[in-house]
């Protein structure tokens, strides 16, 4: 029994002593680690890697180094710049993959492979899509004197406009969740930048795994009611909407929509194309208005949120119809029919049906109060 | 060995058991189930862990009539001293190649999230040394220890329900679409993690209270069900059905998509609290492997064959080249684990009628 112990015990100290750590043991002084990366395609068909890593040296005045090569693959980018950067590049801290709109377009496919089979890298990095070349708009931000580093500036704002359903929750793991579903057609953050600072535009909306489309950040809003997720966002209408009589000085009305409850059925008969009927119960605030309404009046009241109501229906059937225009289904009706009328689904090529939906919806909301004016 | 160095309770014998199957089996048990019956692989988990409990209860109970006496006696006294040895060598092999499969499987998932390029020994040396301290000190240490990994799975329970926002139940359904002849033929897939409820039959002349063993044996089988019950409908509705298929460590990919504010990623913590179970499952068998070999050998324990007992688990452990054959190997344990479950239950059938043929004939 001692010899066990002290066989143990001789053992633990040629770890400690000899090994101290293992083979794959990184100093963090010795490491870069990258937070943002941008992937776009060069006129050869190659991937242009760019990536910032913050940089924490006194004696240097920059906080943030840009590094950029070209290759098929990742990894390979990864190692190359490993070669110029004086540091071992880690990607263990990305926090924004950004691609071009024109990349996005051509189709993501299994460019996010290395960060779903590499467990060092996280699955948690936003996907994003800019509006131009992400290794321009990397340049660009080392000019943003009066905005935190870029990883740390481009987190915040996308937090906030994630809480306000201006751009939606769209990270490493949930993107390639659904592509692999293949009945969900994943979404992505869609920003644009010049040279005062990145903007959030609303949300790329991609068919499979190409971006089709996007919509802007007050469509987006809309969009989150439609996929049932929590919404907080506001909904603007010019006073010519609510009444083409008003006169031209009036302004309009602004709603903030904060509770969404959603109903979807669908109904499928053989040779038709399904039929899908969404209920959508709304709450908002009025936040500001510049109409005459006594909002005290139940029926004044009742008349705007009609009015609204209206206004909201048409905009939701607007953006079903782009949606389908351009083929992508990021709201989830074919794992709906896929899941609740499987025979039907299997009988179709869902892509091919989608178009064809006929879509009801029927809008209600209320206004639970208006501020501390009528 | 040591009687009291062994002795143990009914309810750390159903903990035994309920870390060992669980430990290794929830990792690969959704991915697994995927490949052969899609989003109802929760159900093929319930059909086993009805059929599991079923055949625990059946080894309890015939336990039960073998006078307090493990499997490793009962062979001797049901076939003879030279075919019962004989038998007795095969459990041990068994018992011995399952714990290096298991040994072999776990430095495959280390190497997977966290060490690539440390040398398999290393890390074999290293992660199992805590087991062979405790093996060395006997099964009541290694059934104490177990109690440390409650915490692993009070965390793992807690993870799913801070991801409750990335489950789908849409991606449950249709219920069944997978029908019944392939549900029925992922059985033996599931099998696989249940994996573990044979050991009662090694160890059961070491439990001090076995007139309770059967229904804690029940107990732990029932946990065990719910807990993959809970695990591979979580992986399949966070997941969907054709992302799963191509995973090789779903529940710590499960890990890696909560966000936590400052930390970020908090994958690296859980998947190292879940280690304690992992190494605890791989324990189990070492235990019983070691338990066996003392059993067969009739000798006092011994430092140098002790030694030569972790070199040849460490040996074995290290046949496999590469992660196919590691999960080769655990296939090639899971079809032996129901082979030797098959003949603990023979064993304990002939014993039980001959027992009873004794006391009718003694009666008469």
């Known amino acids: ?374 | 060995m040591d009687g009291g160095a062994n002795a143990i309770t009914s309810k750390q014998m159903a903990l035994y058991t309920f870390v060992c199957q669980t430990g290794i089996g929830s990792i690969v048990l959704p991915t697994a189930l995927a490949k052969e019956v899609g989003h109802d692989g929760w159900i093929s988990v319930i059909a086993t862990g009805v059929l599991s409990i079923a055949i625990a209860a059946l080894l309890g109970m015939l336990l039960k009539k073998s006078s307090g006496k493990g499997i490793l006696d009962i062979n001797k006294e049901v076939y003879g001293k030279v075919i019962g040895t004989a038998f007795n060598i095969l459990i041990f092999i068994y018992l011995l190649v399952t714990a290096s499969a298991g040994a072999g499987i776990f430095v495959v998932f280390l190497r997977i999230s966290f060490f690539r390029l440390t040398p398999q020994l290393i890390m074999s040396l290293i992660f199992m040394l805590p087991s062979f301290y405790m093996v060395w000190y006997g099964l009541k240490t290694t059934a104490r220890f177990k109690i440390f990994t409650l915490f692993s799975y009070v965390v793992v329970l807690v993870y799913i329900i801070l991801i409750y926002k990335d489950i789908r139940p849409t991606f449950l359904m249709p219920v069944g679409e997978a029908g019944i002849v392939p549900l029925l033929y992922s059985i033996k897939t599931s099998y696989f993690a249940y994996i573990g409820l044979e050991l009662i039959a090694v160890f059961y002349a070491e439990i001090t209270d076995n007139e309770k063993a059967l229904r804690w044996h029940v107990f732990a089988n029932f946990f065990s069900m719910l807990f993959f019950t809970i695990v591979t409908a979580v992986c399949t509705a966070v997941f969907g059905e054709k992302f799963l298929p191509v995973q090789s460590i779903t529940l710590f990919n499960l890990f890696r998509i909560y966000n936590v504010d400052v930390l970020e990623r908090i994958d690296l913590f859980i998947i190292a609290f879940w280690f304690f179970a992992i190494s605890c499952s791989i324990r189990a068998y070492i235990m019983a492997s070691w338990y066996s070999l003392n059993k067969i050998c009739k000798k006092k324990k011994s430092t140098f064959i002790y030694m030569i007992f972790i070199a040849l688990l460490i040996v074995i452990s290290r046949i496999p080249g590469d992660i196919n054959e590691s999960y080769l190997l655990l296939d090639i344990v899971n079809y032996s684990g129901m082979g030797i479950t098959v003949l603990f239950i023979i064993s304990l059938f002939i014993s039980a009628v001959k027992t009873k043929g004794g006391k009718r004939y003694e009666k008469g």
């Open chain 1, 1 to 374: 029994m001692k010899k066990v112990k002290i066989l143990s015990l001789c053992f633990l100290c040629f770890v400690h002593l000899l090994i101290s750590g293992c083979w794959d043991q990184k100093i963090f002084e010795e490491i870069g680690l990258a937070l943002v990366l941008g992937l776009e395609h060069t006129e050869n068909g190659e991937i242009l890697y760019t990536m910032t890593m913050p940089v924490f040296a006194e004696d240097i005045e920059e906080t943030m180094e840009i590094l950029s090569t070209t290759s098929d693959l990742l990894r390979q980018s990864r190692d190359q710049i490993r070669n110029t950067s004086g540091k071992r590049v880690e990607g263990g801290k990305i926090q924004h993959i950004v691609f071009s709109k024109e990349l996005a377009e051509k189709g993501i496919d299994k460019t996010l492979d290395v960060f779903v089979r590499s467990s060092e890298n996280p699955f948690l990095a936003n996907i994003i899509v800019v509006d131009g070349s992400p290794f321009e708009m990397l340049k660009m931000s080392k000019d943003y004197k009066d905005k935190p580093r870029l990883g740390v500036y481009m987190a915040n704002i996308i937090r906030h406009a994630r809480a306000n359903a201006a751009t939606p929750e769209s990270r490493i793991y949930n993107f390639t969740i659904l592509q692999y579903s293949e009945t969900i057609d994943p979404v992505a953050s869609y920003i644009s930048f010049d040279d005062t600072g990145i903007t959030i535009e609303g949300s790329a909306l991609f068919n499979g795994n190409k971006m089709a489309g996007n919509i802007d950040f007050e469509k987006t809003g809309l969009l989150h009611a439609l996929m049932g997720e929590k919404i907080q966002f506001g909904y603007y209408i010019k006073a010519k909407d609510i009444e083409e009589s008003v006169s031209s000085d009036k302004r309009g009305v602004s709603i903030l929509l904060y509770r969404a409850k959603r109903k979807i059925e669908a109904s499928c008969a053989d040779g038709t194309a399904p039929e899908i009927h969404i209920s959508l119960d709304l709450t908002g605030i009025i936040d500001e208005i510049d109409l005459d309404y006594r909002l005290d009046e139940p029926d004044d009241k009742k008349n705007l949120e009609e009015k609204i109501t209206m206004l909201l229906r048409r905009d939701f059937m607007n953006l079903l119809k782009y949606l389908q225009e351009i083929g992508s289904d990021p709201v989830g009706f074919g794992e709906i029919i896929r899941a609740k009328h499987n025979e039907y689904f299997k009988s179709v090529s869902w892509k091919t049906v989608y178009p064809k939906v006929k879509f009801d919806i029927d809008v209600k909301i209320n206004i639970e109060f208006y501020g501390a004016l009528y």
